[in-house]
Structures are given as structure tokens and as C-alpha cells.
């Protein structure tokens, strides 16, 4: 009879972070491929799908299971989604903008997915920023550098992609704003000293990195 492997728990989280990993590059490198090979739109029509993908596997693997944790993402979540429907609805404090119909479900004119993607973005730059920093307004800072790093070449595909769009180019306050209102979730989630999974967050933020960068250089 032969004898099933038993795992130590730290294997097995190991063992998640890989899998979480492997599936993350899977989704998004395949989307690259698939793109640039011409198949657009079955691609960019799954991204609701790819999103959701993306909060399963942080709540899995970051892991979000503590009253605390779970707290932190719905507040997170929550203010993203109130900045997002101001923005919208008044043009402050990122200009003039609209959402498209490829990222899902809208409340108020946003989609809820935009919610979900603040939150996941602070969680996943509040991990790295863990890994380098001691001091919690560095690392409040550098989570909103972050944010602004990944969203300038979003902003390049976002229009192409019928995500959302300005009423012209992107304005410098819709940088600063990111910065200003991602360095203060960050500044939330360090205030309460949640710990996470850097391997994992790291490659989250890659991948999406990775993902519209190319796709900005290539388009």
C-alpha cells in the first residue's frame, strides 16, 4: 500500500503560493498571446472573469481569513468604489472620465470590479512594501508609487480596450490622485499591521504590470 505524502502546514502554503502563482502567469500570459494573435475580444470580454480570478487567489493565499483581514478588504474596496463614483459624477478628483462595458457589473456608473482591484492593488503593494521598509510612511509612499507605476500603461490601453476614458489624454491630477489616495490606503492597512504573502503579491503586481505594458508597447 503506498503511503500518501503528508504535509507540514508550511508546505502546504508553499504548495498554494506555487499553484496561486502558476495560475496567475497562466491567465495572463495566455491573454498576451491571445491578443496580440487577434483574439481581442474573446479576451478583453473574460477580463470580469480574470479579475475575480485574481481576488480568489489573494483571499486563498494572502491569506485574507482574519476579522481584521476581511475587515480591511470591504473598507478597501469600499473606498475605491466611493472615489471612483465621485469621480465619475463630478470629474473630481481624477477629470473627466466614463467607464465602458468590459469590466462587469456597475454600480453608480462603476464597475464593482474597479472596487475590487483598488482593494487587491493595496494589498498586494502593502506586501512588498513589507518586504523593503520598516517605516510606515515610506511605505505608504511607495505603495502609492506603485499604484501610479502600474496605472500609466493602463491608461494607454484603457480606451482601446472599452474599459473606461477621458474626455481627452489622461490629466496629470488623475497620477496625482492615484498616488495621493493609494498612499493613503496604504497608510490604513500598515496602520493595522497585516502581514501578507510577498511572493504571491509580487507576482500579482508583475503580472499586471507585465500584461499592459506589453500590450501598450505592442498595440
Not at 497562466?26 to 491571445?34: C, D, I, K, N, Y
Not at 468604489?81 to 469621480?87: D, N
Not at 496629470?172 to 503579491?201: D, Q, R, T, V
Request: charged share 10%; glycine share 8%.
Amino acid at each position: 500500500m503506498i503511503e500518501k505524502p503528508s504535509y507540514l502546514p508550511e508546505q502546504i502554503l508553499i504548495l498554494k503560493e506555487h499553484y496561486a502563482i502558476g495560475i496567475l502567469w497562466l491567465f495572463q500570459v495566455s491573454a498576451v498571446v491571445g491578443i496580440l494573435f487577434g483574439f481581442n475580444d474573446w479576451f478583453i470580454e473574460k477580463t470580469p472573469l480574470n479579475l475575480i480570478l485574481q481576488v480568489l487567489l489573494l483571499v486563498w493565499v494572502f491569506p485574507i481569513k482574519t476579522a481584521k483581514s476581511i475587515l480591511v478588504l470591504f473598507v478597501l474596496f469600499a473606498l475605491g468604489m466611493a472615489a471612483e463614483i465621485v469621480g465619475v459624477a463630478t470629474g473630481f478628483p481624477f477629470g473627466e472620465y466614463a467607464y465602458g462595458s468590459n469590466l462587469g457589473i456597475k454600480f453608480m456608473e462603476v464597475p464593482l470590479l474597479i472596487g475590487c482591484n483598488w482593494a487587491v492593488l493595496v494589498f498586494c503593494g502593502a506586501a512588498i512594501a513589507n518586504r523593503f521598509f520598516t517605516s510606515i510612511w515610506i511605505k505608504s509612499l511607495f505603495g502609492g508609487a506603485l499604484m501610479v507605476l502600474l496605472d500609466l500603461p493602463m491608461e494607454i490601453l484603457a480606451p482601446t480596450f472599452d474599459f473606461w476614458e477621458f474626455t481627452g489624454p489622461a490629466p496629470f491630477e488623475n497620477y496625482f490622485s492615484w498616488f495621493i489616495l493609494g498612499a493613503l490606503m496604504h497608510f490604513l492597512f500598515h496602520s493595522l499591521k497585516l502581514k501578507g504573502n510577498f511572493a504571491f503579491s509580487s507576482n500579482l503586481y508583475l503580472a499586471q504590470f507585465v500584461f499592459f505594458t506589453i500590450l501598450a508597447l505592442l498595440l
